[in-house]
């Protein structure tokens, strides 16, 4: 299945003119270590030391500002470039992190987490930001490690991915940068690198038919648009980014059916409304803002960000007892322990503050 969507996608490319070469400095190895931290983890990881105890101390000279000391940045970069630098994305320090855990002998994934999607508009084109962190599997249990200096032990949620989609990942971090450079054919490289990797992520396709677009190239745009959608049938940014293409060509019957659909997504996509209940409340709109958390809720129940959401507005709007309600289904559907006790401690919190002014509101 995966080599006839890789066959596939060179088909596509070949046919948009997008070819391998050296029109971007692809990395032969994301994953490398050079000898300094090969020297860095020899030295500071003892063989006696029991997979968890490494994996721990791993995150802790990472974090750790007298070590390495990473933090975050905006750049997605190697390992060996985040090592060095410090700093870097998510992808950056999942990428550092697991080729040092991988040294060290742990059995150390990729991992798609499940967060809210960050919808973002930048022009004309949609765009879903996604979240990549570190599986750690110790065989009777897999463990997370994230951008935060924690562990936590991985419940639910998310899935552990190949090597080959989280350097496509990379590949595409790096193309959607070179793309918001100006430089077009860098971008086209990337993907088609990616793709190589991993020819049924819908996401690649979509940016795949941007940057087509953005060399002229309108039909390969078309074809890379539509494959994200073979795909994946409701994958938004495809819709939206063909009604765009259409309505550029003067196809509006196109368009507006496109346009038409990527409505309907986005109305029955309860992150959506999640996101716009976000903008909402934080532009003070609080009835606009409770109507869309209340669809968000009504189309994904058991997502406790949503109720969390509601449990804010209504503690706003002074409505203690539905905001409780909310902070109980919260904590219900929270997916660790962690979670459901930062939950009950607001819950004790609201009921104290609620309890405080029952007090003092009585006549003496």
């Not at 003892?46 to 995150?59: E, H």
């Not at 765009?244 to 992150?271: E, I, M, V």
Request: charged residues 25%.
């Amino acid at each position: 299945m995966r080599a006839t969507a890789v066959l596939l996608a060179i088909s596509i490319l070949a046919a948009a003119g997008v070819r391998a070469g050296s029109d971007a400095p692809l990395e032969e190895d994301p994953l490398a270590l050079n000898p300094e931290m090969i020297a860095f983890l020899d030295e500071n990881f003892p063989r006696t030391l029991s997979p968890f105890d490494r994996m721990r101390r791993l995150v802790t000279l990472v974090f750790n500002d007298n070590v390495l000391g990473f933090t975050y940045g905006a750049e997605t970069r190697t390992a060996i470039g985040t090592f060095e630098g410090r700093t870097g994305n998510c992808l950056s320090f999942t990428s550092m992190f697991i080729a040092m855990a991988r040294h060290l002998g742990l059995n150390a994934r990729f991992r798609e987490a499940e967060t809210v999607p960050i919808w973002n508009q930048r022009g004309q084109v949609f765009t879903v930001s996604q979240h990549i962190n570190v599986a750690v599997d110790m065989g009777s249990r897999w463990f997370l490690v994230d951008l935060y200096p924690e562990v936590g032990e991985m419940e639910i949620g998310g899935q552990v991915v190949s090597d080959e989609r989280g350097l496509a990942h990379f590949y595409n971090n790096r193309a959607v940068d070179r793309l918001s450079e100006g430089h077009v054919e860098q971008a086209a490289a990337y993907l088609r690198r990616a793709l190589e990797l991993d020819a049924e992520a819908p996401f690649l396709w979509t940016n795949m038919g941007v940057v087509l677009n953005r060399r002229g190239d309108p039909e390969g745009a078309e074809a890379a648009y539509r494959q994200a959608l073979k795909l994946a049938r409701a994958h938004l940014p495809a819709v939206s980014n063909l009604a765009t293409l259409y309505a550029q060509q003067g196809k509006l019957d196109l368009a507006r059916r496109y346009r038409s659909k990527a409505a309907k997504f986005r109305n029955r996509n309860p992150y959506y409304h999640y996101h716009l209940g976000n903008q909402a409340q934080a532009s003070g709109e609080i009835g606009e803002a409770l109507r869309h958390f209340r669809k968000a809720v009504k189309l994904k129940r058991e997502e406790h960000r949503f109720h969390f959401a509601l449990a804010r507005v209504h503690t706003r709007l002074g409505k203690t007892d539905q905001a409780l309600e909310h902070l109980e289904a919260a904590g219900r559907y929270a997916p660790d322990e962690s979670g459901r006790l930062r939950y009950h401690q607001k819950q004790r919190l609201l009921l104290a503050e609620r309890d405080r002014r029952t007090v003092a509101g009585r006549l003496p």
